[in-house]
């Protein structure tokens, strides 16, 4: 290589080794205390217990003499929040309890830094527990959809209704939460995870989401951003996938029989509609609602419209 030749390449190597730092400077994100975050993101009705040394932020509203509370859970990397257009449509007449599953949002990671879908699913039974709630209905939107149809199979006689939302689960499609798993296996890469998070890439991701991303607000933007900055919760995301029990219990989705309302977008880039599909046939008698321009979180994108097959739903029959 002729020296005028390498010298401009080392110059250029350095030039890109450079602004690498700079970039990596730039999205050095250190973890933010749950008290940083409280002020801004649990105003009242939220409220925090202690569950089995797990702090919980929960909020739970409604009438207290609702026989069938509708429990709602969120997915990855969300929280509670996620919930707030359909607390507001379904609202005055249910009893809805909403939480930051371990590891998302105000609630923090583990005490014992274990996770998994049946461990969710005790959670969720440990916490109506807590609140004195023997039967209720369950929803959840992917991560959280999976939550909800494991609770059902662990304790069939307290779960009365089921609703999933652009779930994850044994139902195959493109495998994001597998890809996210081998993303967490690779060397180096979940601690670089812990310390960096470019404000760029949540958008994008968010975007990626949305059926349509002119729908996404900054204050959405914001609220993702800084609750994944949460002190513990991006080391907990790194352990939820490097521990994750999905592709079980296929076979025992037969045994969910009772009544399942499934809502999908019909925009959903993760989990692709086809999947709904698979779900519906999986689960014998339950009802299928595809929402054509909506994407993966259809309770956020457009949270009347997506609740409203669930106030039919819930209606005594």
């Known amino acids: 290589m002729p020296t005028s ?9 350095g030039a890109l080794l450079f602004l690498s730092a700079i970039a990596m400077w730039l999205s050095h994100a250190p973890d933010w205390p749950v ?26 509203v409604g009438p207290r003499d609702d026989p069938e509370p509708l429990v709602l859970v969120h997915g990855a ?16 007449r249910r009893r809805i309890i909403t939480f930051d599953l371990p590891g998302f949002g105000l609630s923090g990671p583990s005490p014992d830094d274990r996770y998994g879908g049946d461990r969710d699913a005790r959670f969720v039974l440990a916490l109506m527990d807590r609140l004195r709630v023997p039967r209720f209905a369950i929803g959840g939107n992917s991560l959280g959809g ?13 779960v009365t ?6 779930t994850t689960g044994p139902v195959r499609g493109h495998d994001v939460v ?25 958008v994008a991701i968010l975007r990626h989401i949305y059926g349509d991303p002119a729908r996404l607000t900054s204050a959405q ?25 999905a592709g079980q219990d296929a076979e025992r989705l037969h045994e969910l029989k009772l ?34 321009d909506l994407g993966h979180v259809p309770q956020e994108e457009d949270a009347a419209r997506s609740a409203a097959p669930v106030q039919g739903f819930l209606a005594p029959r």
């Open 178 to 202: 597998s890809l996210g798993g081998m993303l967490a296996r690779v060397p180096v890469l979940p601690r670089v995870l812990e310390v960096l998070l470019p404000r760029p890439l949540v």
């Open 259 to 292: 009544p399942t309302l499934i809502l999908w977008g019909g925009r959903d880039r993760l989990l692709p509609p086809s999947m709904a599909k698979q779900w519906q046939q999986a689960i014998a008698g339950s009802e299928l609602v595809v929402f054509d």
């Open 221 to 245: 933007v914001d609220r993702y951003y800084e609750l994944l900055l949460r002190e513990g919760n991006r080391h907990a995301f790194v352990q939820r996938f490097r521990q994750r029990d």
């Open 146 to 158: 999976e939550v909800a149809w494991r609770t059902a199979l662990l304790a069939p006689e307290r």
């Open 5 to 13: 030749i390498k010298a401009f390449a080392l110059k250029l190597l």
């Open 77 to 92: 990397a969300s929280s509670l929040h996620t919930w707030e257009g359909w607390v507001k449509a379904l609202g005055g």
């Open 161 to 166: 209704r089921l609703i999933l939302v652009d």
């Open 35 to 60: 008290e940083a975050l409280v002020a801004r993101w649990a105003p009242p009705p939220s409220q925090f217990i202690d569950l089995q040394g797990q702090l919980v932020h929960l909020r739970d």
